[in-house]
């Protein structure tokens, strides 16, 4: 199937790709409030860090996130490419869910403790587990979306399923 006309699918590969930018984006910005929350210059400035991290990361994150699969979705069904007609495509489908799933079960859940930390730190608190582990989650997602974005471009692995000639083919062999 391929509904996507030229100019429509053009309109959905940026989206997809400036939604894949603003995701990749984000999860810098996590990474050096991460970093900023663990080594700033005093226990006021970590403190914001970590309360807008807490604050304003995952909902943003999320919807880069859901922007990129839709756009993708769509552009997978509108095009040659389908869904689960080539390797690079599925792969790059249960990369983006994966990520999703992540940022709602093991992203989001924490964020209400970063946020109550960021504002107990200048006070002086100990850490929570949530904060000493917050080094994961723009580690895994940056990599993660660094694979998709060299499996959009080179396109690698080939088919899953046979051409319709090629299954032809076979058939004829066989019988
Ligand atoms: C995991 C996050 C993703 C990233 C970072 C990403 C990145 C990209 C980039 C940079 C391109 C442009 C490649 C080029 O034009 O050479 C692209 C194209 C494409 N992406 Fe994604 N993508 C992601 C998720 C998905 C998903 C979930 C799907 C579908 C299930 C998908 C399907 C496609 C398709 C079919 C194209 C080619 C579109 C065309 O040439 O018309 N992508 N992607």
Redesign the pocket.
């Known amino acids: 199937m391929r509904f996507l006309s030229r100019p429509w699918?053009r309109v959905t590969?940026i989206t997809?790709?400036v939604s894949?930018g603003a995701?990749i984006g984000i999860d810098v910005m996590v990474a050096v409030l991460v970093g900023v929350g663990w080594f700033g210059p005093d226990p006021g400035v970590r403190g914001l860090a970590y309360q807008a991290l807490g604050t304003f990361v995952v909902w943003p994150m999320l919807t880069s996130g859901l922007i990129?699969?839709i756009s993708?979705?769509v552009?997978?069904l509108g095009?040659k490419?389908g869904?689960l007609r080539y390797w690079w495509?599925a792969v790059?489908?249960a990369?983006?869910l994966l990520?999703c799933t992540l940022i709602l079960v093991l992203l989001q859940p924490g964020m209400d403790e970063v946020v109550a930390y960021g504002r107990e730190l200048p006070r002086g608190t100990t850490d929570p587990d949530t904060v000493s582990s917050l080094f994961f989650p723009p580690a895994v997602s940056l990599t993660?979306?660094t694979i998709?974005?060299v499996l959009?471009?080179v396109k690698p692995w080939g088919r899953i399923t046979r051409r319709r000639s090629e299954r032809r083919a076979v058939d004829r062999v066989a019988a």
Request: aromatic residues 8%; positive net charge; charged residues 5%.
């Open positions: 699918r590969l997809h790709i894949a995701w990129c699969l993708g979705v552009l997978g095009t490419y869904l495509v790059k489908l990369l983006n990520l993660t979306l998709a974005t959009a471009v």
